[in-house]
């Protein structure tokens, strides 16, 4: 089945750096998504890619919906330890049934 | 504000028995999701529902089954609980449009425990 291939799989960063993580796949997406999981609680959704190039910014964070459809970054800047938590990328092909598939995470982890 | 409800959160339980995990939301969505996820781990879907009497089995293989009878409540049910069965469980909705024009809602979650 399709596979996406998230790294890094974890991070150890000091506050205040940046972070950038990215999702590679053998297969085309429509769509792209980032969702973020705390301890505890489901996913919450951080950015929606909708168009191959599409560059989107939420506050700090930035993604970019790679222009082969088959890739996508997600970065942090400045971060902060509220930042800490899983950070997942899921893709939507558009098939007969349309649902996401995620990749494995990575793990974010902030020093004070 | 969760607009999507999963109870219980926490569930320890003998193997053998059934058991029923809950969920409803209110945002009116007809599209209703099943995902099972180890601990730190990726998300694998189990179930869907495009919505009332409407469910589908997921990408991964589950000897869970659900119902659909109203649009707001998706259950799940294991018949006979094993300590395989021992992951957390989310449930997430979606209008019909789809997931991607219109994203996942997530619960928070139900951890099971089979001992």
């Known amino acids: 089945g399709q596979q996406l291939n998230q790294s890094p799989q974890s991070m150890f960063i000091q506050e205040g750096e940046d972070v950038s993580m990215n999702c590679t796949s053998s297969?085309?997406?429509?769509?792209w998504l980032w969702y973020k999981q705390e301890p505890g609680e489901g996913p919450v959704l951080l950015i929606a890619?909708?168009?191959?190039?599409e560059l989107t910014s939420n506050g700090r964070l930035t993604a970019q919906f790679g222009i082969t459809r088959k890739d996508s970054f997600l970065n942090i800047s400045a971060s902060i330890p509220s930042d800490v938590g899983i950070y997942f990328c899921?893709?939507?092909?558009?098939?007969?049934?349309?649902?996401?598939?995620f990749g494995k995470g990575t793990k974010l982890s902030v020093k004070p | 504000e969760a607009d999507i409800y999963q109870t219980p959160r926490y569930l320890v339980i003998g193997t053998g028995k059934k058991i029923t995990l809950e969920c409803s939301q209110t945002?009116?969505?007809?599209?209703m999701y099943w995902y099972q996820q180890d601990p730190g781990m990726e998300l694998h879907l189990i179930h869907y529902?495009?919505?009332?009497?409407?469910?589908e089995k997921g990408d991964l293989s589950s000897e869970s089954t659900v119902s659909r009878i109203r649009t707001e409540h998706f259950p799940l049910t294991l018949e006979s609980a094993r300590p395989s069965h021992t992951s957390q469980y989310l449930c997430?909705?979606?209008?019909?449009?789809?997931?991607?024009?219109?994203?996942?809602?997530f619960g928070n979650g139900t951890r099971l425990t089979v001992t």
């Open positions: 529902s495009y919505g009332v009497n409407s469910t």
């Open positions: 997430a909705s979606s209008q019909n449009s789809g997931p991607g024009r219109s994203p996942l809602h």
């Open positions: 945002m009116g969505h007809d599209k």
């Open positions: 890619l909708y168009k191959a190039g």
């Open positions: 899921a893709g939507q092909n558009g098939g007969s049934q349309g649902n996401l598939i």
């Open positions: 297969s085309i997406f429509n769509t």
